[in-house]
């Protein structure tokens, strides 16, 4: 019960640092309130959306707890409240988005062993569940999705994502496997922002195109 | 039955809007013939499907009346032949769309009410049926939504969602909820048209970016 | 056995060619590895994806022979290692494009009809499976989708998948279905490439925009 409910409290630190880098995506293409909204919530339950879509899971988890929803658009609507704030909160914001990361692809893990299906396939949607969310929200804002050209994001989930499978597949006692992939994802995201850490390009050009 | 009767007459004024919408926005790209369709067809169905989808509802509607499809396809292709008509009956064809925002707005929180769920996931999904054909349009047409930065689209659609689900919840009969709704959808969004209305922008600019 | 053995290996060589699709569009926008095999493996397992969601098709195929995704990982990593021999291969790889969107439509319609789907939404599905991974590719890499302004693929695979569904409502053969159809397509598109064959365009202009 305590370890769900800690898992709850990660969860809402998470969605809340995806529904505000989505509004503050949507802020710099000048959208209204209401593609803030929009973007926001995208952007926070779009990867779970996804993964539970592509498992058949349903009802989804926003449309049996509704109340849920209220909580992600209040914090979609959140940074228009303190935009003037935020540049001087920087450091804070990049360190919950990475914390939100962390969480989401070892939650995605866990939902995805706990509803049968294969290592292989807890992995896949621990990824789905850490990184669609931003690529959704850069889809909708027009742009190549941040997560596909800059920075280790990506990466970072499938490593925390593989490193929860794999210490569950060794027994490992639930809290140890939560927290030792926390842990990684968070430090080396932190890390690969720190040092700037990119993974290695791949330029393609011909001159058909 | 005339109740339901009436509901589809108004939900096939509301793909037929949408799918010129859509097949417009392919032409304003130069697409082919077959973008044109499914740009029409992905702006007349999307968000109901995407409603449905997010709703675990099946079958879909078009898939169990295939015949439906045939209408919405010819729907799409329509604003082809009429195109150089178009530009006098620029009128006309924001007063359909207008109607098509809310009748797609009541239609997707009456169908999701009847489905069992909560009135707030009512209202949210009305919403995602009455804006998100656009949004899938827009994006296919690789540009920002229109519904995020112009006009009160997006709200218009709450506040008709929103009306129908308040009056169902008060047990007012069916046909007046249908109507009410259905009319101050109809004229928010063409009092917005008409004075220029729209939600506040946010602006966020941030150096890092 | 020898009838889906042979399918199963047409598919894999569709999946091929278009995990390769995909990672060479991602290798324009100079994406990193992350991106090229998201996008690649988007571009390989899209359109079945889709097709299997709208149709509520559970579970997805490569969720329950989650090995196939690792070898549609690899396929989409391999134009990484192969990029400087690329240019060499360009009609190689063409040809078994085409093979691909011929297989894609007939196995998207046949796996529709095997659900006791109608013979319209069979036509409909086989096109999603053509199509639809070139959509998501192109929507992922921030473009228009080359399929709605650029050459007969469309509409290649709406002859294909209306071809086979024709030939098995005519009760033909299994094998003779599949390989007039996969014929038809195949030669078609390569017909298309080599005449520069296009569907006509539609290009609507107004003021108001």
Redesign the interface.
Known sequence: MQDSQFVMLLWFVGVLAEAMTG??A???????????M??GCATAIGGG?LRD????N???IW?EH??Y??AIILASLL??LI?PL??YL?TLFLTIDALGLAVFSVIGAQKTLALG??P??AI?MGVITG?FGG?IRD???????L????EL???VS?VTASCYVILQMADTSAWISLGVSLWLGFSLRLLAIRFRW?????????K??
Request: glycine letters at 6%; proline letters at 6%; charged letters at 10%.
């Open positions: 509004a503050l949507a802020g710099r293409k000048r959208m209204d309130l209401f593609g803030v929009i973007v959306t879509i592509l498992l058949g349903y009802p989804l449309v509704s109340h929803l209220l940074p228009v935009a935020m540049r920087t299906f294969s292989s396939v896949v990184v690529v889809v909708l804002c027009n742009e190549i999705p997560i596909f050209h800059k994001y990506g990466i499938i990119s993974a290695p390009t791949f330029y393609y050009f011909d058909a195109q």
